[in-house]
T-cell receptor, first 113, second 112 residues
Framework: AQSVSQHNHHVILSEAASLELGCNYS??????LFWYVQYPGQHLQLLLK??????LVKGIKGFEAEFIKSKFSFNLRKPSVQWSDTAEYFC???????????FGAGTTVTVRA | NAGVTQTPKFQVLKTGQSMTLQCAQDMNHNSMYWYRQDPGMGLRLIYY???????DKGEVPNGYNVSRLNKREFSLRLESAAPSQTSVYFC???????????FGPGTRLTVL
């Protein structure tokens, strides 16, 4: 079974700071990659996804992620965070043509006003 | 469209009791999933149903059973609840392989 590692458990930032969350996976074949966000008290929502093509993917709310195949990484970035970005962020990976998503443990992001 | 709905939202059980968590989707998706979310462990797949009439085990199936009642509904049953099953349970659905999964609001279950 593949594993997904998120390097930071909890990140605390001030508004307007830049955010980067790390994600690495262990599977060596073709993968599909996702970042989900869970705002307090809400269910998971998709931020962005990568299937193929341009390795720099843009998602909602100003988030982007870069797939670096040689590093088995799919890091999430946002140049300037807002208080409303306070949430838990999950990286998820599935093999091409597989139904099953493997999730990382999640990173809690707290943005201070 | 309601998307993915789950009932109940909260439940408290005693050890040994049984219950069924209900999930329905109105997006005409083929695939449905049950996950549990525990602190520091992300989401772990319990069971999934690739299409109506099929179910398969995920990463942590022990202590659970599922039924894909029809294309819309996918239920999760705990036959004899244990404190280790205290968790938040999420149902999800996707249109097809590789597709984005859409999640329900979750059920917070406590087993005493």
């Amino acid at each position: 079974a593949q594993s997904v590692s998120q390097h930071n458990h909890h990140v605390i930032l001030s508004e307007a700071a830049s955010l980067e969350l790390g994600c690495n996976y262990s599977y060596g074949g073709t993968v599909n990659l996702f970042w989900y966000v869970q705002y307090p008290g809400q269910h998971l929502q998709l931020l962005l996804k990568y299937f193929s093509g341009d390795p720099l993917v843009k998602g909602i709310k100003g988030f982007e992620a870069e797939f670096i195949k040689s590093k088995f990484s799919f890091n999430l970035r946002k140049p300037s965070v807002q208080w409303s970005d306070t949430a838990e962020y999950f990286c998820a990976v599935t093999r091409a043509n597989d139904y099953k998503l493997s999730f990382g443990a999640g990173t809690t992001v707290t943005v201070r006003a | 469209n309601a998307g993915v709905t789950q009932t109940p939202k909260f439940q408290v059980l005693k050890t040994g009791q049984s219950m069924t968590l209900q999930c329905a989707q109105d997006m005409n998706h083929n695939s449905m999933y049950w996950y549990r979310q525990d602190p520091g462990m992300g989401l772990r797949l319990i069971y999934y149903s690739a299409s109506e009439g099929t179910t398969d085990k995920g990463e942590v199936p022990n202590g659970y059973n599922v039924s894909r009642l029809n294309k819309r509904e996918f239920s999760l049953r705990l036959e004899s609840a244990a404190p280790s099953q205290t968790s938040v349970y999420f149902c999800a659905s996707s249109e097809k392989v590789r597709g984005e999964q859409f999640f329900g609001p979750g059920t917070r279950l406590t087993v005493l």
